[in-house]
């Protein structure tokens, strides 16, 4: 028998058999637009908890380099009338100062939602869409055969 190129031989050994070329594409499509929704929806999750956790040091390092006169010295109302050069080194400062801790809080807390919502399972592996596993045949067993197992009636169940 001749090997023909492209052609898929069965596995032996019952594990997964490959799936045909057809089915293999199709898979391939579907895995694909899942892992990419997937991702999308990290990337989502990830900039709304940065964005919400990094809020005041971004607003505070935003004020500082638009009203200091060494950047940008945006000469909007709400600068001058509030706070004068060394006002605005300290809210450079303080927003450079609070971007790390908030930044570690924030991935922190990215991390738990990730694992909260299990976005990981989420995930398929391309193995699926080249290879179909195989299921095997599972016995039938009654009541009344010598293979089942009686579950206990009397007794304490610990949880």
């Avoid at 990290?42 to 006169?69: D, E, K, Q």
Wanted: glycine content about 6%; hydrophobic content about 50%; overall charge positive.
């Amino acid at each position: 028998m001749a090997d023909v190129l492209g052609a898929q031989r069965p596995v032996p050994g019952g594990g997964p058999e490959p799936r045909d070329p057809l089915d293999c594409w199709a898979c391939a499509v579907l895995v694909t637009a899942q892992n990419l929704l997937v991702a999308a929806f990290n990337l989502l999750l990830l900039s709304v908890v940065l964005g919400t956790i990094l809020l005041p040091a971004v607003t505070m390092l935003s004020f500082g380099f638009l009203c200091h006169s060494q950047f940008l010295h945006f000469t909007a109302p709400p600068c001058p009338a509030h706070l004068q050069d060394p006002g605005f080194t300290a809210l450079l400062v303080t927003g450079f100062l609070l971007l790390v801790p908030l930044l570690i809080l924030a991935l922190a807390s990215y991390r738990r939602l990730c694992l909260r919502l299990r976005l990981a399972d989420c995930l398929v592996p391309y193995s699926q869409a080249l290879y179909r596993r195989r299921r095997a045949p599972q016995p039938r067993q009654t009541r009344g055969s010598p293979g089942a197992q009686a579950l206990p009636t009397s007794g304490k169940v610990w949880v």
